[in-house]
């Protein structure tokens, strides 16, 4: 059409300079001038008329020429385009304005397994799953036509397989504005939505046992809390631990506890509705969330029941164990109305079944409340107490029941309170235990009864061992050995009249570690006492594995001799095997002389106890034993 357009402006061109010559040659044969020969006049129109003629025709040439290169250019620019479509990674779809495929890239075809002949002329919805077909439809009607559209759909191939593309649609208008086409681009991000569901899954499920995790627990929980307010129902929550957890962990190793964690949590989901919630939080943490219940009553026998189903046996490897669990239960909104207070509540409660001997429920109660409040209390206090030196140790001698020298003195804590006074170990040592606040305290005792030991050696010329107690955390803690030998090399006392008690339950751990930390710590030259023997619920046998000295039967035993037979058979029992194993056995707790009696009678080594002396601080000690030498030498 402009091809035309030109040519018919250069004809018209053509044409008026002819009439300008036509008129040039006219005007001079009818003026004449008089004095300009005619000839030379027509030979100078003509060749002017010629020269302007040459001029524009060769000006034309030009421009035909650039519109030419133009035209190549164009060309060629839509062939690079149409490449780079044919080719692209990305899939292409060019539609009619209804939809109707007109065209389709090379990596369609690939990724859908069509040939263009096939879905030429066919509408998209070839590309729909069922499923997604009426999303898309209704995306086509109402935005396509307006402003394009982005977003990810679910297409299908040839043979039914489907898979997840990032689409994006825009929209070919003519010149009136009228949509003539549609261009559809397509990324295929398959793998991208299944990385990205796998990650959500991991976010919010436990690896081990496909449970909610905490954090979708604790969503959850809101959620019920909410519901639970504005439907006016309650909803209970339950903390699980396991018992004996760790020592089957430590002991069977980590796939024998895997195991186990599994086997809870599917007996757990057995125990409850489809509609609660069991989550794992971590280690042997497990949570129930119960909805639409009464009050603790209906509760009640679901904690039964998750009791009676998590203490089957399980078996792992060759071993067949048996776990019980504790639990704490709290009930919303009665007892909190936030998932934090409730998490609290729960938590507090499960201390409580612990305490009371674990395999147990215990609900929440507010007393719980206010005990964990004194707990806070009294942490701050032993903070400022071993900042302020309000500790102080009190001694208790140990005599040689053969001829009732004293032998040694246990070194027993005592703090001595600003406003309460003396207050027992029994008393602060669970929560410095709890809080950790035992190492630094620990170590304290360690240095001060060192350093007095030796005090009372050099002012009596006599030498006695001191013992020392040891918590749980104090054993397990790396820098034991460093604070031991740091001790006893700043006060100056040999190690041999160092004795640490530990008691039974520190050692059930693995076997082979407490062996070596016991070798360890008498390999420095200390020695080794099990405190409160009988207890716990080691045996001798297992004792006999142990690297240690003496064995302290616990005052439970001493206590009803000579009315309880039972307790007479034990203890002699447990004296005369201990012996057979090469260790000293000594009594605690020796209140009258009738124990004293029975004691000497069955060759028990040594014994501590009232009847001797109550514990006594240093300079009580001191005259004490003063009074004894005394009695002794008289
Ligand atoms: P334990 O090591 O078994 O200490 C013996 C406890 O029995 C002491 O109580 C002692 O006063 C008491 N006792 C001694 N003879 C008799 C008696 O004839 N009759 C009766 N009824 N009781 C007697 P205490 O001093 O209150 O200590 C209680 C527990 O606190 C200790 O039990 C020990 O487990 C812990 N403890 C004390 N001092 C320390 C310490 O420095 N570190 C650690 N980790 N624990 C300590
Ligand atoms: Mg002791
Ligand atoms: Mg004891």
Redesign the pocket.
Known sequence: MKKFFHSAKSVNFSFFLGLLFSAGVVALTYWKPANIPWTLLSAVTVSAAFAIFSIIQIKLNRQLAHKVKELNERDFKLKKLGNAVTNSGSSIIITDELGNIEYANNKFVKTTGYCLTEIKGRSLDILNPKEAKSALEQQWEQELLFDGWEGDVLSCRKCGSSFWSAVSISSVCDSQGFVTNFVISCIDITELKEANSKMQIMALYDPLTGLANRRLFIDRLEQAVRAAKRDRKKIALMFLDLDQFKRINDTLGHDAGDILLTTVSNRLKECVREKDTVARLGGDEFTVLLTDVEDNLSVTPVAHQILRALKKPVKLKKHEVIVSTSIGITLAPTDGSTADSLMKNADLALYRAKEQGRDCYHFFTEELNASALRQLVLEQELRHALQYDEFTLHF?PQVNLRNEHVVSV????RWYHPTKGLV???AF?PVAEETGL?VPI?RW?LKNACMQMKMLQDLTGVDLKIA????TR?FDDPDLEDTIADALCQTGLDPKWLEL?VTESMLMGDIDLVIEKLKRLKATGVSITI??FGSGYSSLSYLKKLPVDILKVD?EFVRDIPEDLNDMEITSAVIAVAHKLNLKVIA????DIDQRDFLMINKCDYA????YSK?LPFEDLYQYLNNVKLAQTA
């Open positions: 208790q246990e070194a027993l804590l027992s170990p029994d040592i035992i620990g005792v020392v107690n040891l918590s104090q008690e405190d409160d005052r605690e707790g020796v209140e501590q106890g009232y009847f514990p």
